[in-house]
């Protein structure tokens, strides 16, 4: 059984970082890339970045380039997401996702950016 369980999510004040991590189990890692995907409050999902099998790509999307990071523990079998610069538009909630077809998710991790 695939699982992915994110944590990390947390109240901060913007301009503030946070790093949220998904511990994955259930399948080879190492054979999937990986996604963040986030939902905002009273609005529809939104994908946030994506990092290639081997750690060697990043993909962002452009509200987020140069402020998050995606990156990879294939030995740990976890994804990361460090996130700087924080804004208040970046409260949501943020999943972990399975592969480019997104096929598996977790329960998310609650995000709060607010003075």
């Known amino acids: 059984e695939v699982q992915l369980v994110e944590s990390g999510g947390v109240l901060v004040q913007p301009g503030g970082s946070l790093r949220l991590s998904c511990a994955a189990a259930?399948?080879?890692?190492?054979?999937?890339?990986m996604s963040w995907v986030r939902q905002a409050p009273g609005k529809g999902l939104e994908w946030v970045s994506a990092?290639?099998?081997?750690?060697?790509?990043?993909y962002y999307a452009e509200s987020m380039e140069g402020r998050f990071t995606v990156s990879r523990d294939n030995a740990r079998n976890t994804l990361h997401l460090q996130m700087n610069s924080l804004k208040p538009e970046d409260t949501a909630v943020y999943y972990c996702?399975?592969?480019?077809?997104?096929?598996?998710w977790g329960n998310g991790t609650q995000v709060t950016v607010s003075s």
């Open positions: 259930g399948f080879r890692f190492d054979d999937y890339a």
């Open positions: 990092i290639s099998w081997d750690g060697q790509s990043f």
């Open positions: 996702t399975r592969g480019i077809t997104l096929d598996s």
